[in-house]
């Protein structure tokens, strides 16, 4: 089973800069796609960027050209580095990512509990 914790999450101000991580631990297969995910108050759930095993990502429209995710598959860690900052990407950031389980190799997706990003104007 995996586990995922996120980290790196607080307050900065707008034009600021944060990095999240998200470490796996556990025992799986394989694990493929990672990806961050973010809920403000009131809203969905929205996905923020995912990065493949083989290293594609793709973002949301509204961090292209801010965010920039990535992996180190040795550490099963995860980063999201956030830059210029804005109000409105405050929210929770939830780490997410799937594989197959070991040893039935069954379809697995799994969630962190979410760290808080808090951008002050």
């Known amino acids: 089973q995996v586990h995922l914790a996120e980290s790196g999450g607080g307050l900065v101000q707008a034009g600021g800069s944060l990095r999240l991580s998200c470490a796996a631990s556990g025992i799986a297969f394989s694990i493929n796609n990672r990806g961050w995910f973010r809920q403000a108050p009131g809203k969905q759930r929205e996905l923020v960027a995912t990065?493949?095993?083989?290293?594609?990502?793709n973002y949301a429209d509204s961090v292209k050209g801010r965010f920039t995710i990535s992996r180190d598959n040795a550490k099963g860690t995860v980063y999201l580095q956030m830059s210029s900052l804005k109000p409105e990407d405050t929210a929770v950031y939830y780490c997410?990512?799937?594989?197959?389980?070991?040893?039935?190799?069954?379809?697995?997706?799994?969630w962190g509990q979410g760290t808080l990003v808090t951008v002050s104007s």
């Open positions: 990065i493949t095993s083989g290293g594609g990502t």
């Open positions: 997410n990512a799937d594989g197959l389980t070991s040893p039935s190799r069954t379809y697995f997706e799994v």
